[in-house]
C-alpha cells in the first residue's frame, strides 16, 4: 500500500491551534498536505458526531486540537473534549477501527512546528494503518 495517502481531518480551536496551524503556514514550516483544517471555536465543542461523521464521510484519521490544560478560552472545554475523546475510543474499538485513527493533541497558538510535526506523525501512521475500515467498505472518500 506505498501509494496510500490517508485523509485526515483536524478540527483546531480558534484560539490556539488554528493559530498554531496559521503560524506553520506563514513561517513556511513544510507538513504533509493530507490534512483539511476544521476551526472550531473551542475542542470543547466538537461533538462526537462530529468525529464519527467524518470517519464515515472517509477520512482515515481525525486530529482533535485544543489549547493547553488551563489556556482554554472558554475554562474547561478543553477537559471536556478530552472525557469526549476517551469515550469515542472505546466506541471505535466495539466499530472495530483501531483508536490510533483518532488523536487529541493540546497545540497553542506558537506551536506551528508542532502542529506540523503532529500531521506528519499522524500521516507516518496511517500510511502504516492502511485507509480506515469504513473507507474500504465505501469504496472511496464522499461528502468531504
Ligand atoms: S478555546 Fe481552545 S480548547 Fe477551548
Not at 36 to 63: F, H, N, Q, W
Not at 107 to 132: D, H, N, R, Y
Not at 133 to 138: A, E, G, I, M, V
Request: with cysteine.
Amino acid at each position: 500500500m506505498t501509494d496510500f495517502e490517508p485523509l485526515i481531518i483536524a478540527f483546531a480551536c480558534n484560539w490556539c491551534s488554528y493559530a498554531a496551524s496559521d503560524v506553520a503556514g506563514t513561517s513556511r514550516t513544510c507538513y504533509p498536505a493530507n490534512v483539511r483544517i476544521i476551526r472550531v471555536m473551542c475542542s470543547g465543542m466538537v461533538e462526537p458526531t462530529y468525529i464519527l461523521k467524518a470517519l464515515d464521510g472517509g477520512a482515515d484519521g481525525v486530529l482533535l486540537a485544543g489549547c493547553r490544560p488551563g489556556d482554554c478560552h472558554y475554562i474547561s472545554g478543553n477537559l471536556k473534549a478530552e472525557r469526549m475523546v476517551e469515550g469515542l475510543r472505546v466506541l471505535l474499538r466495539r466499530l472495530g477501527l483501531e483508536e490510533e485513527r483518532l488523536r487529541l493533541r493540546w497545540i497553542s497558538a506558537g506551536e506551528g512546528g508542532l502542529f506540523a510535526k503532529t500531521i506528519e506523525e499522524m500521516v507516518a501512521q496511517l500510511k502504516e494503518k492502511g485507509p480506515s475500515r469504513l473507507k474500504k467498505s465505501k469504496g472511496g472518500i464522499s461528502g468531504i
